[in-house]
């Protein structure tokens, strides 16, 4: 079993919709948290950091953390086709910083 | 763009050979990281450096080495090359080394092993 577990789609969502995107885990020593977009021939770049539980928002973008359920989300509203990528998640130790990914979700936005 | 640079942008070679893949951090970062993406492993850390020196291995063979030289530019040997090989290599930087560093990836040698 992997330690991050990530549907690899795709996810085909009619542009304006809410995204809604998952990771689940099995190490409850994950304490940081991320959220990585991928475009084609691209390399990944962060989109979203959370320490811990909670919840973040940034414009369009919110990412949820439940630790109790082992689960993350990031949620993107009034989705654009710009946002078709694909979408990582990556978690890291307290003790080790080191990332480990998901397989990631690809999204596609249609117009 | 990030900031990090690496060449080649594409390699193509046999079975057997060996290349040498080169990234360069962004100016004033300390850190610099490999991973290799491929379509059914998705991203696979392979090792960090810092300051010149290695401070993890993640699922790195034996085949693989890397260093980081001390102007701080990184490079990325594999040898005796196998079809499975193949696949979009990263380097990512980041400024120092800890949970809250951000890591800034390049754009990524594709290696096309035939």
């Known amino acids: 079993q992997k330690e991050v577990e990530q549907d690899p789609g795709p996810l085909s969502v009619p542009e304006g919709a809410i995204v809604s995107l998952n990771c689940t885990y099995s190490?409850?020593?994950?304490?940081?948290f991320m959220w990585y977009r991928q475009y084609s021939r691209k390399g990944p770049e962060l989109l979203m950091y959370?320490?811990s539980s909670g919840n973040k928002e940034d414009g369009r973008f919110t990412a949820q953390v439940d630790k109790s359920s082992k689960y993350i989300s990031l949620f993107i509203r009034d989705s654009q086709p710009s946002d078709s990528a694909t979408y990582l998640c990556?978690?890291?130790?307290?003790?080790?910083?080191?990332?480990?990914w998901g397989a990631g979700t690809k999204l596609i936005i249609k117009p | 763009d990030s900031g990090v640079t690496q060449t080649p942008k594409h390699l193509i070679t046999a079975t057997g050979q060996r290349v040498t893949l080169r990234c360069s951090p962004r100016s004033g970062d300390l850190s610099v990281y490999w991973y290799q993406q491929s379509l059914d492993q998705g991203l696979q850390f392979l090792i960090h450096y810092y300051n010149g020196e290695e401070r993890a291995k993640g699922n790195i063979l034996e085949r693989f080495s890397a260093q980081q030289f001390p102007d701080l530019h990184s490079e990325l040997n594999l040898s005796s090359l196998e079809l499975g090989d193949s696949a979009l290599y990263f380097c990512a930087s980041s400024v120092v080394w800890g949970a809250g560093d951000e890591q800034f990836f390049g754009p990524g040698t594709r290696l096309t092993v035939l």
């Open positions: 990556a978690m890291m130790r307290d003790s080790n910083y080191q990332l480990i």
């Open positions: 190490n409850s020593a994950f304490q940081y």
């Open positions: 959370t320490y």
